[in-house]
């Protein structure tokens, strides 16, 4: 079983969506050239992301409008391929009453899989306190929930492209705030996929743990320490399908919280074999079969249906 957690997928029926400054408009994919990746690399199951960037950028009202057709057509394009795709909920933030009703609609509703939270939402960030009835309706479900980069609040001062470092320090910089909030402490039933092996959270990941000791009244509300909570997140492996990322992230979080993704579109996959990972060929087969597997705890529907017809 072979279960990509990073796919990209574009509204069909709506004007795309809003992108913020900086970042090159994405490619438009359909659920038909999803499939034909899938098959291409012997892809079994794919969790589904809407591009959702800019969303949060205009009226909020006119934001959780279109928020809502998107995930209506995400849930009819999850239920015509339901042995294939698992879905995940766009979010109207930081509206966090019409966010909760949307979660609502996504999962009850439209019966998707989990929920997408970008990293900051016009320059609020995941872990804002302001954000609780939230937390506590993903934690009463256990919900599983897909926090992906954007753009950081901050701006970026070189003109490189965003996704070359820019996202996964805004990786880094909220998960060090999910854990400074209290948020993994006090919600540990929601499920965490951090994108991209978490960014650079691995490699400072003795740095960000030092708050403890070094100011230990900003670290009250994670008594479990840093390191323990990044333990407990599980990590994909989109556009970090490479030796570097994969054992730096071993250093933090066990070989079963590590599940397998592409990030496609956004990076082009190999013109030859049937592997879309030939990056991680240094892992023994075992590891790399449950690697590709490790997403059923995350997507138990979607893997069931798997096994079943295989």
């Known amino acids: 079983m072979r279960i990509d957690t990073h796919v990209h997928i574009s509204p069909q029926t709506l004007p795309a969506p809003p992108v913020p400054a900086g970042v090159p408009r994405p490619p438009s994919v359909t659920a038909d050239a999803i499939l034909g990746m899938m098959d291409r690399y012997a892809i079994n199951g794919a969790v589904l992301s809407p591009m959702a960037m800019g969303l949060n950028a205009g009226d909020g009202t006119q934001a959780a409008k279109l928020v809502r057709m998107i995930n209506d057509e995400l849930g009819q394009t999850v239920r015509s391929h339901s042995t294939r795709f698992a ?69 970026m001062p070189l003109e490189h492209p965003p996704w070359l470092y820019e996202f996964t320090f805004d990786t880094t910089r909220v998960l060090a705030n999910l854990i400074y909030n209290g948020i993994f402490e006090r919600f540990p039933q929601i499920r965490w996929q951090v994108a991209h092996c978490g960014g650079a959270t691995p490699f400072l990941a003795e740095r960000i743990a030092s708050l403890g000791v070094r100011e230990p009244q900003l670290a009250r509300k994670a008594p479990a320490g840093a390191l323990a909570y990044l333990s407990r997140l599980y990590y994909d492996t989109g556009l970090s399908n490479n030796e570097i990322a994969y054992r730096t992230t071993r250093l933090v979080a066990p070989a079963d919280r590590i599940v397998f993704g592409t990030d496609w579109p956004n990076l082009p996959l190999p013109d030859e074999g049937a592997d879309p990972a030939p990056g991680l060929a240094f892992l023994d087969e075992g590891t790399r079969s449950a690697l590709d597997a490790n997403a059923a705890v995350l997507v138990p529907r979607l893997a069931s249906l798997i096994a079943a017809s295989a």
């Open 87 to 155: 879905g995940l909920t766009v979010l109207p933030l930081p509206d966090v009453d019409a966010t909760v009703a949307e979660v609502a609609h996504g999962l009850d509703v439209l019966e998707l899989d989990g929920v997408l939270l970008m990293t900051n939402y016009q320059g609020t960030y995941a872990g804002d306190e302001s954000w609780e009835p939230l937390y506590a309706e993903l934690d009463r479900r256990g919900a599983y929930v897909f926090l992906h980069p954007t753009l950081p609040a901050c701006g």
